[in-house]
């Protein structure tokens, strides 16, 4: 009954470091999503995709990249991390209806250094 | 474009008290519209929905009424509990705002609720 996992739950970081951050699903589903919540911003979307090979911009993409090759996978990644980026960040993935809700992982919380 | 606006948190209850988060939506077709719940240290989980005007979502004692006329959501509880301590984010869904084919969804910024014993 795994859902969405992601991993790491934490990590630090000095500037200018590079990661990746790996998000698996288990429910088939065909959009997945990567957010960032920060103290009084709520979640704002990064980029998201609609299949397997497909992504976009969302609200807040720079110096963040991503990639679906697997269905089930979606990786965000950080080229050279900025003390901007410190926060925490979410994965979801939901069916291709309005009316379905997105399923959230657990987190990831960043720290850059 | 679609917005969300909830009430500003946090917001402090006797265990047994009477809950009501507001939340109000702007919205350029026919959204539907989620409550969703964040535990400390968790993501965040569904807590109900309504996909149409007069709908009524509910689960674990919670209910949210979905009312076109005034474009609200609001979130109301009878008797909060400990357990019930955490992050409300409304949401909504805008079919009619399909961007690049996902149905993306809109937040607000969260409330607090801190149910104290």
């Known amino acids: 009954n795994a859902g969405v996992t992601q991993t790491p739950k934490f990590r630090v970081l000095k ?3 590079s990661m990746t951050l790996l998000c698996a699903q288990d429910m088939n589903h065909e959009y997945m999503y990567w957010y960032r919540q920060d103290p009084g911003m709520g979640l704002r979307l990064i980029h998201y995709s609609v299949g397997e090979g497909t992504t976009a911009k969302g609200e807040v993409p720079d110096g963040y990249n991503v990639s679906r090759l697997k269905k089930q996978n979606f990786l965000l990644g950080l080229e050279s ?8 960040y979410f994965c979801a993935s939901s069916y291709p209806l309005s009316n379905q809700p997105q ?3 657990d ?7 | 474009g679609d917005s969300v606006t909830q ?5 402090t209850l006797s265990e ?4 009501t988060i507001n939340c109000t939506y702007t919205a350029t077709g026919y959204p539907s519209l989620f409550w969703y719940v964040q535990y400390p240290g968790e993501g965040l989980q569904l807590l109900l929905k309504a996909t149409k005007a007069d709908d009524k979502g509910s689960n674990k004692g919670f209910e949210a009424t979905y009312r076109k006329e005034t474009t609200s959501f609001h979130l109301e509880k009878g008797s909060v509990q400990v357990s ?3 992050v409300y984010f409304c949401a909504l869904s805008d079919r009619s705002s399909l961007r690049a084919g996902s149905y993306q969804l809109t937040f607000g910024k969260g409330t607090k609720l801190s149910v104290i014993p």
Request: charged share 10%.
């Open chain 2, 7 to 11: 009430m500003e948190g946090p917001v």
């Open chain 1, 15 to 17: 500037t200018g470091q």
């Open chain 1, 103 to 105: 399923h959230f992982g």
């Open chain 1, 81 to 88: 991390a900025a003390p901007s980026q410190t926060s925490v």
């Open chain 1, 107 to 113: 987190g990831t919380r960043l720290s850059i250094l």
């Open chain 2, 16 to 19: 047994e008290a009477f809950l």
């Open chain 2, 84 to 86: 019930d301590s955490a």
